[in-house]
């Protein structure tokens, strides 16, 4: 992965997990005229410095550093967006990115505490990083997470309003309390093991993106598979192509718990064609075994889905 020295604000590559140094990590929404690869890599110029967007670059590194970080990770310049090759890389360890990462610092531009500093509740709950698709894994995969708002200023951490996410984002407080996510079966499972496939869905069901194909490569760390990014093949194609990439994994079944939200009047197959489907899939949860029997595996062939059920 490649860091932005937080004094120098300079790039610099690390090859492997050994090598790589203590980082923070910045999640943010985009805004127009963000601080790109190329702006920073010209350092001679210092075009970057121009940009409406060097304003957060700067004050991000400037946040971290009383904090002793001499490195931090933010996607809009430590990403070369013009290497296909790397851009499929950072999108397939993104949420390794902000899993790793000491603390992530959440910087949320429309969320101001200098007026009404108590009414902290809706604040939040207003803001526009709730909304985007991206934001959903950057919110779970970080070890300890603080919001900021746009005066840079503490507005908490993700443990101290754990309960104002979960009324807002309908995650359950308990991810917040438990930490990672486990995306392990059987015996294997040790955390979480009540939220589904459907329920994860849910999560996104109301996010967007501002490219199609996004709101589901934004959910591949989410349910731990890799694939590669094909812009232009559309969300119902991204989309289908995550739930087959989940299937070969999981046994989970809810993953066919989904409401079609068009009017149906084309063929639909097994496979929801966008996180919306799930938007009711919120409260699926487990079943007594002994009603269900043994959990059964599930599998596809050329005629279809192969699947023991009780009737």
């Known amino acids: 992965m490649r860091l932005l020295h937080t004094k120098t604000f300079e790039l610099e590559e690390f090859l492997t997990a050994a090598d790589t140094p203590t980082y923070a990590i910045l999640s943010h929404t985009w805004e127009k005229d963000e601080v790109t690869f190329q702006d920073i890599h010209d350092s001679e110029t210092k075009a970057g410095w121009k940009k409406a967007g060097w304003s957060k670059v700067w004050n991000a590194c ?176 991204a989309f289908m192509r995550l739930q087959q990439e989940i299937i070969k994994y999981s046994e989970d079944r809810s993953i066919f718990a989904w409401v079609a939200t068009d009017d149906c009047h084309r063929d639909r197959g097994l496979f929801a064609s966008s996180p919306s489907e799930f938007m009711f899939s919120g409260e699926i949860g487990m079943s007594d075994s002994e009603d269900l029997g043994n959990k059964s595996a599930f599998s596809f062939g050329n005629n279809g889905l192969h699947i023991h059920l009780p009737l």
């Open 62 to 237: 400037k946040y971290v550093r009383q904090y002793k970080f001499e490195w931090i990770w933010i996607d809009t310049c430590c990403i070369d967006k013009s290497s296909s090759a790397e851009l499929s890389e950072a999108l397939n360890s993104m949420y390794n990115y902000y899993g790793d990462s000491r603390v992530c610092i959440t910087y949320l531009s429309d969320v101001s505490m200098e007026r009404d500093a108590m009414d902290i509740k809706k604040k939040l709950k207003d803001s526009r990083w709730f909304t985007r698709g991206w934001t959903l894994q950057e919110l779970i995969a970080p070890r300890f997470m603080v919001f900021l708002d746009q005066g840079w200023k503490m507005v908490g951490t993700r443990f101290s309003v754990r309960k104002i996410i979960s009324e807002r984002t309908s995650i359950p407080v308990e991810v917040f309390e438990d930490g990672k996510l486990d995306y392990a079966t059987g015996s294997e499972a040790k955390l979480n093991r009540e939220n589904f496939i459907a329920q994860k869905m849910s999560w996104a069901a109301s996010r967007k993106t501002t490219r199609d194909e996004d709101i589901a490569y934004c959910l591949m760390g989410l349910f731990g598979v890799n694939m590669s990014p094909i812009y232009g093949e559309g969300e119902a194609k």
